[in-house]
């Protein structure tokens, strides 16, 4: 969760935005609300590891639990997230099709002022010949007398204003994320339901909500947006269970795997450090 966390903090930097004002929330459907339930306003100072310690030690649970939440948080973010990435993919796609007909147009009247702007006539003379488009002309020729597109100047105001390459219309917070502002939340709400449902003994939400750092009230609405945004599926079959801690163990064995190699370069470092500097004391010396 650390990993996940940090990662998506990096590449997530604009979905770390504050909750909407009451007055703008009108508009934001049930889901997108249950997502902004979860988005706190500062990081809590108390660490992933230290959090899910404390949890086990005064709310201590089954395997399952802990590890079911992983299969939740993945489950939460396919399921919010494919309605908005499908629509932003439309949109994407209508912006790219609008800039390769744009591009297409711009290219054809380029192809037509090359070749009809100016034509000979039988006297010898040449007579000036109007682009296909009238509201294409270019700026120069607008107030030019005896050009074809000779008019008053006005305000410049492009019916269609310059936009970017890709486009992102849609509010960032209608996306899940798990990051740094919602994962403490997201875990002792996970933890809630997820104890209730594997286990015939369970704590009150009271003490869940003190061991958690939350008020009572917070926390019972952030269950019923946690079991929302899971559909209410907190059924989880044995095979996925057992897949998802074959992936914990062996993402654990890379992870130390990576943390020695990078001991073990930082050792060679300061070696090749220390031996240089003896060799440039001899040679001072010497």
């Not at 488009?133 to 700026?139: A, F, I, V």
């Given at each position: 969760?650390?990993?996940?966390?940090?990662?998506?903090?990096?590449?997530?930097?604009?979905?770390?935005?504050?909750?909407?004002?009451?007055?703008?929330?009108?508009?934001?459907?049930?889901?997108?609300?249950?997502?902004?339930?979860?988005?706190?306003?500062?990081?809590?100072?108390?660490?992933?590891?230290?959090?899910?310690?404390?949890?086990?030690?005064?709310c201590p649970t089954s395997?399952?639990?802990?590890?079911?939440?992983?299969?939740?948080?993945?489950?939460?973010?396919?399921?919010?997230?494919?309605?908005?990435?499908?629509?932003?993919?439309?949109?994407?796609?209508?912006?790219?099709?609008?800039?390769?007909?744009?591009?297409?147009?711009?290219?054809?009247?380029?192809?037509?002022?090359?070749?009809?702007?100016?034509?000979?006539?039988?006297?010898?003379?040449?007579?000036?010949?109007?682009?296909?488009?009238?509201?294409?002309?270019?700026?120069?020729?607008?107030?030019?007398?005896?050009?074809?597109?000779?008019?008053?100047?006005?305000?410049?105001?492009?019916?269609?204003?310059?936009?970017?390459?890709?486009?992102?219309?849609?509010?960032?917070?209608?996306?899940?994320?798990?990051?740094?502002?919602?994962?403490h939340r997201l875990v002792?709400?996970?933890?809630?339901?997820?104890?209730?449902?594997?286990?015939?003994?369970?704590?009150?939400?009271?003490?869940?909500?003190?061991?958690?750092?939350?008020?009572?009230?917070?926390?019972?609405?952030?269950?019923?947006?946690?079991l929302l945004l899971n559909?209410?599926?907190?059924?989880?079959?044995?095979?996925?269970?057992?897949?998802?801690?074959?992936?914990?163990?062996?993402?654990?064995?890379?992870?130390?795997?990576?943390?020695?190699?990078?001991?073990?370069?930082?050792?060679?470092?300061?070696?090749?450090?220390?031996?240089?500097?003896?060799?440039?004391?001899?040679?001072?010396?010497?």
């Amino acid at each position: 969760l650390t990993k996940i966390t940090t990662t998506n903090d990096q590449q997530h930097e604009h979905l770390h935005r504050q909750p909407a004002h009451l007055e703008s929330t009108s508009h934001l459907t049930s889901q997108t609300s249950s997502v902004l339930a979860f988005h706190g306003k500062n990081v809590p100072s108390i660490t992933i590891l230290s959090y899910l310690s404390r949890i086990n030690k005064y709310c201590p649970t089954s395997y399952e639990v802990f590890l079911s939440l992983l299969v939740y948080f993945d489950r939460m973010t396919e399921r919010v997230n494919a309605g908005p990435m499908q629509t932003l993919r439309e949109a994407n796609q209508h912006a790219y099709d609008q800039n390769r007909s744009a591009s297409s147009s711009s290219e054809s009247l380029s192809s037509d002022e090359m070749e009809g702007v100016t034509t000979s006539t039988g006297g010898g003379g040449q007579t000036a010949t109007p682009p296909a488009s009238g509201g294409m002309e270019k700026p120069a020729q607008r107030d030019v007398p005896g050009t074809p597109h000779s008019r008053p100047q006005r305000m410049e105001s492009p019916s269609i204003p310059p936009e970017p390459a890709v486009m992102d219309p849609y509010n960032l917070s209608h996306f899940f994320v798990v990051d740094s502002f919602n994962i403490h939340r997201l875990v002792i709400a996970g933890v809630t339901c997820a104890s209730k449902f594997f286990s015939d003994i369970f704590y009150t939400n009271s003490r869940y909500a003190k061991v958690g750092g939350l008020p009572l009230q917070e926390l019972n609405h952030l269950e019923l947006q946690f079991l929302l945004l899971n559909d209410f599926r907190l059924s989880v079959p044995v095979e996925e269970i057992e897949a998802y801690g074959t992936m914990l163990v062996e993402f654990y064995a890379r992870e130390v795997v990576a943390q020695k190699q990078q001991e073990a370069q930082a050792m060679t470092g300061r070696s090749f450090s220390e031996s240089s500097s003896d060799s440039t004391a001899t040679v001072r010396a010497a």
